[in-house]
């Protein structure tokens, strides 16, 4: 996990059994991204800190990266335990 740079990048090995907060306060998502999966049947989640989902994204037959488009403003991202089955998500976000 790297949630020190641009893109924040989390693993699934980072969220095996425990939730991760990514980042509190407010950011400015530009988009979201899941790739490096191994079958359609991954998938990653992800929810504001109050607890409403975010966004989920599910693996592509073809494997290829799946992109959440332009999100905005969010106040606070979190991962909860098990919430990425596979692969990495990468939130690209405003500097």
Same mark, same amino acid.
Request: a negative charge; proline letters at 2%; aromatic letters at 8%.
């Given at each position: 996990?790297?949630?020190? &740079?641009?893109?924040?990048?989390?693993?699934?090995?980072?969220?095996?059994?425990?939730?991760?907060?990514? +980042?509190?306060?407010?950011?400015?998502? +530009?988009?979201?991204?899941?790739?490096?999966?191994?079958?359609?049947?991954?998938?990653?989640?992800?929810?504001?800190?109050?607890?409403?989902?975010? +966004?989920?994204?599910?693996?592509?037959?073809?494997?290829?990266?799946?992109?959440?488009?332009?999100?905005?403003?969010?106040? &606070?991202?979190?991962?909860?335990?098990?919430?990425?089955?596979?692969?990495?998500?990468?939130?690209?976000?405003?500097?």
């Amino acid at each position: 996990m790297d949630i020190t &740079g641009n893109p924040l990048i989390i693993l699934a090995s980072d969220v095996v059994g425990v939730a991760v907060i990514v +980042w509190t306060g407010n950011i400015h998502i +530009w988009e979201i991204s899941f790739s490096e999966y191994s079958s359609a049947s991954n998938s990653c989640e992800l929810i504001r800190t109050n607890g409403k989902e975010l +966004w989920f994204g599910q693996g592509a037959a073809d494997l290829e990266t799946v992109r959440s488009g332009h999100l905005g403003n969010v106040n &606070g991202i979190k991962i909860p335990a098990n919430g990425i089955t596979g692969g990495v998500v990468r939130i690209y976000h405003k500097s």
